[in-house]
């Protein structure tokens, strides 16, 4: 009896615990939660807001470059200088000049054989890319915040039959404590019930820390932004409207690895296009200010000379023969486009089983909650008129405690097909692209 008090007081422990949890974290609430803390997908958005910087016009090569340069020079020189004049040449000793310079140059490349053109559409087409990227990436991040989000649901409800069912061995136990008092039943009736309770009671605890375990799962996807025990809403709203065919073919134009492998594709023809334009000869111009002042020592005809000048010029050259690296690099990115094709090919193929594969998943797991839910009437019809039996006589403790295991294995059940058809339909949506584009 010591040991079954433990249990009962431990078990009341817990479900205080619960009774105190305030917060209901809504599907809703969990999605925001996730998007706007999520560590992945922080990084994932960072990812995204790097290679927008990189379609900058900054970025792109259009603009001219500006360089600023400044100099200065001084000399301290032994110096002996004969003059073509015949004069007595000069020795100067520590002789002494100085030169000073400073100027601003501009440099801009009118024509690269578009080169720039077709990397600037590169860079574009990139971020593209890495938006598609951080769309998996949320994707995938919502998909295991709901695998998490009803595991806590499954478990909740799970707690909830589990708490049911000890509170029916309880009350057997009371009952079996009266009969053996009065003398219409033995002792052994008393211990199988108080046998009961502390499985019941172990159960409870079990699910209990799995409970907690899960919430902490949970916690960590949202970025770890709930303090407090929560709840979570153990409501489910089946919210594929698409019929198979209508959803496969959104499957074919919107799965984000499909769109990735498409973009993979126009980065390569541009990326083609890029190394083609080696063929081609560049055209630059180029533009200087300068200033510049020397002084000079005693051995110069000049003692101090300042100029100062602008200079333009304009610069043809063409690559003629490089030694073959642009025909390789040409070949190199056809092969590369034909593999984004060829992966292309195969990440539809994919698609088609996977889709065909899902569904079927979606549409079986639907199936068996229905029938689950079916079966709870059935068990707990059954429960019903086996407890009535029981309290007469007509049946033993036994009987009753297969028909509450029995009702309790199918609040299991039911719990476990729910969520699982949940999950399964999830992952049809993520397949087919929509699963952004649903309520949770």
Do not use: H
């Not at 002494?96 to 310079?101: G, K, L």
């Not at 639907?366 to 019809?381: A, D, E, G, R």
Request: charged share 20%; hydrophobic share 35%.
């Amino acid at each position: 009896m010591n040991i079954n008090k433990s249990l009962l007081l431990l078990v009341l422990l817990c479900g205080a615990s619960i009774v105190n949890a305030q917060q209901i974290l809504t599907q809703e609430d969990a999605v925001k939660l996730a998007l706007d803390n999520n560590y992945g997908i922080k990084i994932a958005k960072n990812d995204v807001e790097v290679a927008n910087n990189n379609t900058s016009i900054l970025n792109s090569g259009y603009l001219p470059t500006v360089t600023a340069a400044a100099g200065a020079t001084y000399n301290l020189d032994n110096t002996e200088a004969e003059f073509s004049n015949g004069t007595d040449p000069t020795v100067l000793n520590g002789a002494e000049s100085d030169r000073y310079n400073a100027s601003i140059s501009l440099n801009y490349t009118i024509f690269d054989g578009l080169g720039r053109r077709y990397n600037y559409e590169s860079l574009k087409e990139q971020y593209q890319l890495s938006e598609l990227q951080a769309r998996e990436t949320i994707e995938n991040t919502i998909t295991q915040l709901f695998s998490v989000y009803y595991s806590v649901a499954q478990l909740t409800e799970n707690l909830e039959a589990l708490k049911e069912t000890l509170a029916v061995s309880k009350d057997r136990l009371v009952r079996a404590e009266y009969q053996f008092e009065y003398g219409q039943n033995t002792k052994l009736g008393v211990l199988n019930a108080e046998v009961d309770i502390n499985n019941d009671s172990i159960n409870i605890i079990s699910s209990y820390q799995d409970l907690k375990n899960a919430k902490r799962d949970l916690n960590v996807v949202l970025g770890n932004t709930l303090d407090n025990d929560f709840t979570v809403n153990t409501e489910v709203n089946f919210a594929l409207q698409f019929q198979r065919d209508s959803l496969f073919e959104q499957a074919k134009i919107r799965n984000v690895a499909l769109l990735q492998t498409e973009k993979n594709i126009a980065i390569s023809q541009l990326s083609i296009k890029s190394n083609q334009s080696g063929y081609l000869p560049t055209l630059g111009l180029s533009g200087t200010y300068g200033w510049n002042k020397n002084n000079n020592n005693a051995a110069s005809f000049v003692s101090v000379s300042t100029s100062t000048g602008l200079s333009a010029g304009l610069n043809l050259s063409w690559n003629i023969f490089d030694g073959g690296r642009t025909k390789t690099n040409v070949r190199n990115a056809k092969v590369n486009l034909e593999t984004q094709k060829l992966q292309k090919e195969n990440i539809l193929k994919g698609i088609k089983r996977d889709f065909d594969n899902a569904w079927e998943d979606y549409t079986n797991k639907l199936k068996i909650f229905n029938i689950q839910k079916q079966n709870i009437i059935t068990s707990q019809n059954n429960f019903e008129r086996t407890q009535e039996q029981f309290k007469i006589g007509q049946v033993n403790s036994i009987e009753f405690r297969q028909a509450q295991l029995n009702l309790l294995n199918a609040e299991l059940s039911r719990n476990n097909a729910k969520y699982d058809a949940k999950l399964a339909e999830l992952q049809l949506l993520q397949l087919s692209g929509q699963l952004l584009n649903v309520d949770f």
